[in-house]
C-alpha cells in the first residue's frame, strides 16, 4: 500500500516555471514505478510523464518534451516534476501515481494502482 501527496501547484503565467513533488508513504517507494498526469476540465486525464523505480530510465508525452523533467529521491520517498516554459494548456490538475509494474513505464491510466488527490496547476496568459 502506497499513499501519495501531491505539492507544489499554483497559479503562474505563462512562460513561468513550476515544480510539482509527491511525497509517498511507504518503505517500499523504491519498487514502485512513478508517474505524473493531468486532467484538464472537461478532458480526460493523459499521461504526462514517468520514471522507472531506480530513476534510471524516463519517459515523456510528446507534449511536455523539452519542458518537463521528472525525478525522484527514493531515499525521500519523493518524485518531482520541473515544468519549465509553462503554457496556459497546461492548466490542469496534476496527480501522482504509483505502479507496482516494474518491467516498463506506463503510459495508461489502468496501468498505475495508486493515486494522490491532485494539485491544481493554472497558467494564464
Known amino acids: 500500500q502506497v499513499q501519495l501527496v501531491e505539492s507544489g501547484g499554483g497559479l503562474v503565467q505563462a512562460g513561468d516555471s513550476l515544480r510539482l513533488s509527491c511525497a509517498a508513504s511507504?518503505?517500499?517507494?523504491?519498487?514502485?514505478?512513478m508517474g505524473w498526469f493531468r486532467q484538464a476540465p472537461g478532458k480526460e486525464r493523459e499521461f504526462v510523464a514517468g520514471?522507472?523505480?531506480?530513476?534510471?530510465?524516463?519517459t515523456y508525452a510528446e507534449f511536455v518534451k523539452g519542458r518537463f523533467t521528472i525525478s525522484r529521491d527514493n531515499a525521500k520517498n519523493t518524485v518531482s516534476l520541473e515544468m519549465n516554459s509553462l503554457k496556459p494548456e497546461d492548466t490542469a490538475v496534476y496527480f501522482c501515481?504509483?505502479?507496482?509494474?516494474?518491467?516498463?513505464?506506463?503510459?495508461?491510466?489502468?496501468?498505475?494502482?495508486?493515486w494522490g488527490q491532485g494539485t491544481q496547476v493554472s497558467v494564464s496568459s
Open positions: 511507504g518503505r517500499t517507494f523504491s519498487r514502485y514505478t
Open positions: 520514471i522507472s523505480y531506480s530513476g534510471g530510465r524516463t
Open positions: 501515481a504509483a505502479d507496482n509494474t516494474i518491467l516498463v513505464i506506463g503510459v495508461r491510466e489502468i496501468e498505475y494502482d495508486y
